[in-house]
């Protein structure tokens, strides 16, 4: 297995960029999140030459900002969605077994309440099915009691027990680069900051992209036999004017706590008393997540999306719903995501519900062109297969699912001084290039930042070899630091800067720019919303 993040830095880039305009690509993809680093890695692993290009940062929209979950999603039944859930449960299977440490099993507790919907016959009955769609059965009842123990500070009145089945939950941020990893090992040439601002056309067929260089301002044309777009939310912008539009953009929005404040052990999922809408209170990287949000995205695209007074207001309300003594305000949220779902919408008056809405995705095709939209992020693979096979028929090429490993596995060789459970989550998270990792943690030491399980080294490693261009790319995507400490991490700003200033070649002028626009940035997108009911 080799190492593949050697040099994959900013220096990298300035050498790449003007290569690419000498090549004719067999495949150009457009987005860096799950999407297109899901189709660029089952691309390169079959030979294609192929070239992914992403306008910010890798995972820098919904794939960085989703509720991290890795499952076949229980209200996809309820809704009849049967291809959906059954493709998200093999694919929940196949990404525990294949990335431990990075995709990692995770319990759900249902409460059941006297007079309560869904009741343990309903929630088991559906179950089942889950459950037989996936091969194994993973789902039992608890009494009062035991709920007691299994979730301590769950609101008592008319508790009559719960129901316990197994999903799993992923970084998802480290999940889209360590496909990406992958995809480079296999030879796909992968940047970030360049922004597609044009589709180039000729005799009706796509041909290329018109690319700018969001560091230099530089325009590029890149020629490519196909093109592929998974540009999540912006599907729509590069489309030809005249198609019908059809994305809804939806927002949810997610709180984060610390762990001390509300400890969960397992995840808990209950309907909201005001809406009956399922949300969720879940442990994640030693912290508590509460999601989700789920309403109109009608803000510019353009922006990062962020969380309102309204939505702060119903996730408290869901906390305090279920765990009323803990008494939680927002003065105890640690920070806050917002991901914009396109989901594929009826239009005008006929539009529903935003939860009725399907979370299937579907292809737009055009000669040259396959466009992605929608989706989940746990089924990232099939997706991808489903893009390459429509690109692969207008090259005239064959193409199988082979149902090859999306990842290569990672040989036990254990780093003296880290426990087991340490190595298998740098193993899950950076793969093939722990051995690298290990000479860093070798060079750095062994400490973790804060209270946080992410070492030191993670930063270092990040800033040499997995093309950090600005401060929020280390903090928020390939270390989740900004979201996990306080005031997205400025206690450890001083700390940050001596070990990565030197690392990112910046000088003292770019790390303070750096700072200004991170701590604008975090504000904005990761802060309280200005207005608070
Ligand atoms: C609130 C929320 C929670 C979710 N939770 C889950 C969950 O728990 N489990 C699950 O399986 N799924 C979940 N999903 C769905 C999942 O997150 C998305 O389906 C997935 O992340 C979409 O990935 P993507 O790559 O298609 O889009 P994105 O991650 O948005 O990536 C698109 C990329 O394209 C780039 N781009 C756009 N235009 C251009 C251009 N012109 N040139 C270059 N680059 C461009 C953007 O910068 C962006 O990085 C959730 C979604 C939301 C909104």
């Not at 940062?57 to 900002?65: E, V």
């Not at 519900?353 to 929608?374: D, F, I, M, Y």
């Not at 690392?503 to 802060?527: K, N, T, V």
Request: aromatic share 6%.
């Amino acid at each position: 297995m080799t190492a593949v993040n050697e040099n994959w830095n900013a220096a990298w880039r300035e050498q790449m960029l003007p290569t690419l305009a000498d090549e004719r690509w067999d495949l150009i993809v457009i987005g860096g999140g799950i999407s297109g680093a899901g189709i660029v890695r089952e691309a390169a692993r079959r030979g294609w030459r192929c070239l992914l290009l992403e306008q910010r940062d890798f995972a820098w929209g919904t794939s960085s900002r989703s509720s991290k979950m890795v499952h076949g999603g229980l209200r996809y039944i309820a809704k009849g969605q049967w291809r959906l859930t059954r493709d998200s449960v093999r694919e929940r299977q196949r990404l525990l077994d294949e990335a431990p440490g990075l995709v990692e099993p995770m319990s759900f507790l249902m409460p059941h309440y006297r007079g309560g919907f869904p009741g343990p016959r309903v929630l088991s009955g559906l179950l089942s099915i889950y459950d037989a769609l996936a091969g194994r059965r993973s789902h039992r009842f608890h009494d009062a009691q035991q709920l007691r123990f299994l979730t301590p500070g769950l609101k008592e009145h008319d508790l009559v027990g719960g129901t316990r089945f197994v999903d799993a939950l992923t970084d998802d941020a480290r999940l889209v680069m360590r496909v990406l990893h992958e995809a480079r090992a296999d030879g796909a040439v992968v940047l970030n900051g360049l922004r597609v601002t044009q589709v180039l056309r000729e005799d009706g067929r796509v041909c290329g992209v018109e690319v700018e260089d969001g560091e230099s301002g530089n325009a590029l044309q890149l020629r490519c036999a196909v093109l592929a777009v998974a540009t999540g939310a912006w599907a729509e912008r590069l489309r030809p004017s005249d198609s019908p539009r059809q994305l809804r953009p939806l927002r949810g929005s997610h709180l984060l706590l610390p762990g001390w404040r509300l400890p969960v052990a397992q995840a808990l999922t209950f309907l909201h008393a005001r809406d009956r809408r399922p949300v969720f209170v879940f442990p994640w990287e030693g912290a508590t997540v509460v999601g989700t949000t789920d309403l109109d995205h009608r803000e510019d695209l353009d922006q990062s999306a962020s969380i309102s007074g309204e939505e702060l207001d119903y996730l408290l309300a869901a906390c305090t719903q279920a765990f009323p003594a803990a008494e939680l305000t927002a003065t105890d949220v640690l920070s806050t995501w917002a991901g914009v779902r396109p989901v594929v919408g009826a239009a005008g008056e006929h539009q529903g519900k935003p939860s009725n809405e399907t979370r299937e995705h579907v292809l737009w095709q055009e000669p040259g062109c396959v466009t992605l939209a929608g989706g989940k992020l746990t089924t990232f693979r099939p997706q991808a297969i489903e893009v390459l096979k429509a690109c692969a028929d207008m090259l005239g090429r064959a193409f199988e699912d082979d149902a090859a490993p999306v990842f290569a596995a990672v040989q036990p060789s254990p780093i003296p001084g880290l426990s087991p459970q340490q190595w298998r989550r740098l193993a899950g998270r950076h793969g093939r290039d722990l051995p690298r990792l290990a000479q860093l943690i070798a060079e750095v030491g062994q400490e973790t930042v804060g209270a946080t399980d992410t070492l030191w080294a993670e930063l270092a490693f990040a800033c040499e070899a997995e093309m950090v261009l600005h401060l929020d790319d280390l903090l928020l995507r390939r270390t989740r630091l900004g979201l996990l400490l306080a005031r997205g991490s400025e206690e450890h700003f001083a700390a940050i800067r001596t070990l990565c200033q030197p690392r990112l070649a910046w000088s003292d002028e770019r790390w303070q720019a750096e700072i200004q626009r991170y701590r604008l940035l975090w504000q904005r997108d990761h802060g309280l919303p200005e207005v608070t009911p």
